[in-house]
């Protein structure tokens, strides 16, 4: 019993969820946390999309959080900021740390005695996705010595301005991604024999990237020998082969109409809304909801979160684009419509009654005549 | 002989479109419109009308909830019957359009919005 328990305290809590190497990089994280004053300690993490940053966060507040007083994890600000909830977002991290309900601070500025309360606490804050980290600026001030903030960004400037140190998340080596790729191909640690080198060509297609490995190795998965030579001759032919691309065959791959439909509806209308609604509707829709739902978890391109449908940025965006070329980039033929100008631009334009009828029947004169 | 005649008759044809600003029909399946990211907005009463495949519509303010900054002055004319969700932060009109038919519709919230009748007349759901 007594051996077990070690073991299991042994082993972290990111293998245990299957992470693949998170705990060499959270180990760097530490030796850069090591070298920066003590008072408050602020580190960056950087890299592109896919890359891994939230994840590595969210490992790093899951193993730590515990040795702080007080502690929070801010998701998906970049998006929050667009929708101007940034200060009611850091007036709940106040209430939050201080632990009283309703706290208020309207200003920038944290008034003195808030700011003497913060003083006394030890924190552990992560900010995730940040692209304005005006609002945190002050608060982080304020926090008291001993205090750790953690802020992901795509962005290195933001985080030049707000943080001691930067951590550059580096791509998977080899062996991890290998890794990564057979625990959503063939779910395990290494690929079968047979399958060896047509795994390693697919691995270095997805050059590192864990996003773009999961969304390839799911899709791979239980497939016949053909279907993955025919998978990767079809990848080899693009000219210059991004993670866009990739993902994009993820979900060409998906095949029926039913399932892309309800990815397309969710990257562009639902992303954050609660499972149960959006599942009303989308079946309301006609959609085979449910087996749309576990298809896409199955391939990682869409995941629930506390109750609400998640995605990646990077899938959104692709998603974003597959919308695009469906109607040629003519935003009248376009069958979801999100971005606030592109509605605009299509109500206003979306005349029945014509402009000109005297104009318009001439015309149609000189038709008939013609 | 025969396709010169037809490809100048096209051409005619999109002239007149043109000129008249009529656009044809709209394929779109869903809209969502946060109005807090565009100035006010005036819509015609048949913004909609050639969206016969409109089934989700949102249109909401992500920063001051209640208030819409899309107006109506003229009324609106149709909805597509293929609405499944229609959600409009602070409608501005005091019902839906008479003729909209909402026997698909799954969800429908109107907050802070003018509605005092919904639909004028009889619904048979």
Redesign the interface.
Known sequence: MQTIWKRLNRASPSKLRGLVGVDSRIEKINRLLSIVPLDVRKIGIWGMGGIGKTTIAGAFYDSFSSQYEGHHFLPNLRKESENGRLNDLRDELLSKLLEEENLRVDTLHIPTFIRDRLRQKKVLLVLDDVNDAQQFQHLIKALGAGSVVVVTSRDRQVLKNVVDEIYEVEELNFHEALQLFSLKAFKGNHPPKAYMELSIKAINYAKGNPLALQVLGSFLFDKGRHFWESILNEIESFPELNIYDLLGIGFDALRDHNTKSIFLDIACFFRGHQVDFVKRILDGCGFKTDSGFSVLIDRCLIKFSDDKVEMHDLLQEMAHEVVRKESAYQLRKQSRLWNPKDVYRVLTNNLVRFKYPKVFSLLCNAIWLY | MQYGCTS??KI??K??FS??????T?????????????RE?E??S??????YNL??L?IYN??AGDKCTVHLPSGLESLSEEL??LHWDGYPLTSLPSNFRPQ????LSLPSSKVKQLWRGDQVF
């Open positions: 100048k008759f005619l044809l002239l007149c000129f008249t600003g009529f656009q044809g709209v394929n779109v399946e869903g809209i969502f419109l946060d109005v807090s990211k565009i907005i819509l015609s048949t913004a909609f009308a050639r969206m089934r989700l949102k992500s920063v499944r969700y698909n519709l799954v969800e």
